[in-house]
């Protein structure tokens, strides 16, 4: 069965730092499209990061673009998202989520995705 779970999220100060991680489990990582989104209270679930094929070429958003970097490790089959400089509008529930599928520069559409872990409440507050 395949799963992905997240964790990592919590309450961090503004400037603040904090990692999330994706775990799959029932398939490889490495051989679909992955993607880091969010939704805040109100507001449609967006994309953050995301890597679209085989080549690793990895999309950021403008608002993550110098603050988040999308890291993998093939061999925990795990994803991360490295989130610096946080900021109060980062606030919202992160997802990650898995595509069977090349997504190229359409990785960053939550419309793309097949699979989807429970996410992890990051809350950016002083």
């Known amino acids: 069965q395949l799963q992905l779970v997240e964790s990592g999220g919590g309450l961090v100060q503004p400037g603040g730092s904090l990692r999330l991680s994706c775990a799959a489990s029932?398939?490889?990582?490495?051989?679909?499209?992955i993607g880091w989104f969010r939704q805040a209270p109100g507001k449609e679930r967006e994309g953050v990061s995301c890597?679209?094929?085989?080549?690793?070429?990895?999309y950021y958003a403008d608002s993550a673009k110098g603050r988040f970097t999308f890291l993998r490790d093939n061999a925990k089959n795990t994803v991360y998202l490295q989130m610096n400089s946080l900021k109060p509008e980062d606030t919202a529930v992160y997802y990650c989520?898995?595509?069977?599928?090349?997504?190229?520069?359409?990785?960053?559409?939550?419309?793309?995705?097949?699979?989807w872990g429970q996410g992890t409440q990051v809350t950016v507050s002083s």
């Open positions: 890597i679209g094929d085989r080549f690793d070429i990895t």
């Open positions: 029932g398939f490889t990582l490495d051989a679909y499209a």
């Open positions: 989520a898995a595509a069977a599928r090349t997504l190229s520069g359409q990785c960053l559409v939550p419309d793309r995705y097949d699979y």
